[in-house]
């Protein structure tokens, strides 16, 4: 018959600490003085019918795989490679009541059919340029004349060539933003080649 590594007392020792309290009556206090061990322990004896220890075992049986279900789970798997263990269980589950994630991932492991599915990567595609797109900016900058203040740079990028045209105004309202960008035009592609129509500040 054998004891926890860590027993307190003996079988006999358990027979007597019972049956001293509840024949003789004696109190679970001057038990634990005369065994020399904690009151919790002989309360614990003295309330128990068998003096023998618990099993450590687990309480829960551990499910048994069946070469049924583990045929189950791989003829599935082969079918639907992108389902997983929780989606594989629960659609097995009417068949096989054992049926669970923990299961059917050690069944997929043993069985070579946990593989990640290849991503695809998308490759980067930069942003589409027409041949003549314009893009506007506008940059606030301390105030030259007077030292108080903001001026603001506005600008016209043509992106496919990377030409600009710059002008600086005390306002970034949108006349005159427009008024900039309708200059702009006379000296960006495609019609810088046929000079300005009409006279501008560009620096």
Same mark, same amino acid.
């Given at each position: 018959m054998k004891l926890h590594a860590q027993a307190a007392l003996t079988i006999k020792q358990r027979q007597q600490v019972r049956r001293m309290h509840l024949e003789?009556?004696?109190?679970?206090?001057?038990?634990?003085?005369?065994?020399?061990?904690?009151?919790?322990? %002989?309360?614990?004896?003295?309330?128990?019918?068998? +003096?023998?220890?618990?099993?450590?075992? &687990?309480? !829960?049986?551990?499910? /048994?795989?069946?070469?049924?279900?583990?045929?189950?789970?791989?003829?599935?798997?082969?079918?639907?490679?992108?389902?997983?263990?929780?989606?594989?269980?629960?659609?097995?589950?009417?068949?096989?009541?054992?049926?669970?994630?923990?299961?059917?991932?050690? %069944?997929?492991?043993?069985?070579?059919?946990?593989? +990640?599915?290849?991503?695809?990567?998308? &490759?980067? !595609?930069?942003?589409? /340029?027409?041949r003549h797109r314009i893009q506007m900016d506008i940059q606030q900058l301390p105030a030259v004349q007077g030292g108080k203040g903001y001026e603001y740079k506005i600008s016209a990028i043509h992106l496919r060539t990377r030409y600009k045209y710059s002008e600086i105004h005390p306002d970034r309202c949108s006349a005159t933003v427009a008024g900039v960008l309708k200059r702009a035009l006379d000296f960006l592609p495609p019609f810088s080649s046929s000079g300005p129509t009409m006279p501008s500040s560009s620096l």
């Open positions: 003789k009556g004696v109190s679970i206090r001057k038990l634990a003085e005369r065994f020399k061990v904690n009151p919790t322990t %002989i309360q614990r004896w003295v309330h128990r019918d068998a +003096p023998l220890d618990l099993s450590s075992a &687990p309480l !829960k049986r551990r499910t /048994v795989i069946t070469p049924a279900y583990r045929e189950a789970v791989v003829r599935y798997r082969r079918a639907y490679p992108h389902h997983g263990p929780i989606r594989i269980a629960h659609e097995l589950k009417g068949d096989f009541s054992q049926a669970n994630r923990g299961t059917v991932l050690s %069944i997929l492991q043993q069985e070579g059919l946990t593989q +990640p599915v290849k991503r695809v990567i998308k &490759p980067h !595609k930069p942003i589409p /340029v027409g």
